[in-house]
T-cell receptor, first 110, second 113 residues
Framework: QKEVEQNSGPLSVPEGAIASLNCTYS??????FFWYRQYSGKSPELIMS????GDKEDGRFTAQLNKASQYVSLLIRDSQPSDSATYLC??????????FGDGTTLTVKP | DTEVTQTPKHLVMGMTNKKSLKCEQH?????MYWYKQKAKKPPELMFV???????INESVPSRFSPECPNSSLLNLHLHALQPEDSALYLC????????????FGDGTRLSIL
């Protein structure tokens, strides 16, 4: 089992729809959780951090964390073509490093 | 503009060359990282420096040699690389500790001939 697993893609949604990206992790001691967006040929860009159970909203983005279920998700409301990218889930544990999932590629169709 | 600056943006080198990748951040961060990323794969951690000391080495071959001259600078010295080392090399920094988010530079795209 991988340490961090993301829902297999690619994911395609129409413009204006909600995109839902999911991530599960195996280390129960994990303390911090991040979503990065990576456009093709570019470097990862931090879009959300979440540290405690519940929801965290930032504009069109909502991160959800459930430590009991070892699950973190990212919702993108009113998806735009500019949201088309690969989304990386990263989980930080006690070892002081981030473990990345394989990423989910999102395409938003106009 | 990213606050983590990497140079050069592109590098082509032969297997016998010696070159260095450079990374600089001015955010006052105390942890810096080197990652290797192949196409359609997630970043793969190579090294972590925390407070200018090497804290994590993910069993990287010795042909990659990191150096942290001060808290703002991180170098990766390359020697006798193999074609399979061709990749995007990413530098990142974080405030410190293992629980902070990382901020990435634009990367150096390295090609080994």
């Amino acid at each position: 089992q991988k340490e961090v697993e993301q829902n297999s893609g690619p994911l395609s949604v129409p413009e204006g729809a909600i995109a839902s990206l999911n991530c599960t992790y195996s280390d129960r001691g994990s303390q911090s959780f991040f979503w990065y967006r990576q456009y093709s040929g570019k470097s990862p860009e931090l879009i959300m951090s979440i540290y405690s159970n519940g929801d965290k909203e930032d504009g069109r983005f909502t991160a959800q964390l459930n430590k009991a279920s070892q699950y973190v998700s990212l919702l993108i409301r009113d998806s735009q073509p500019s949201d088309s990218a690969t989304y990386l889930c990263a989980v930080n544990g006690n070892a002081g490093k981030s473990t990345f999932g394989d990423g989910t590629t999102l395409t938003v169709k106009p | 503009d990213t606050e983590v600056t990497q140079t050069p943006k592109h590098l082509v080198m032969g297997m016998t060359n010696k070159k260095s990748l450079k990374c600089e951040q001015h955010m006052g961060h105390r942890a810096m990282y080197w990652y290797k990323q192949k196409a359609k794969k997630p970043p793969e951690l190579m090294f972590v420096y925390s407070y200018e000391k090497l804290s994590i080495n993910e069993s990287v071959p010795s042909r990659f040699s990191p150096e942290c001259p001060n808290s703002s600078l991180l170098n990766l010295h390359l020697h006798a690389l193999q074609p399979e080392d061709s990749a995007l090399y990413l530098c990142a920094s974080s405030q410190g500790g293992g629980y902070q988010p990382q901020h990435f530079g634009d990367g150096t795209r390295l090609s080994i001939l």
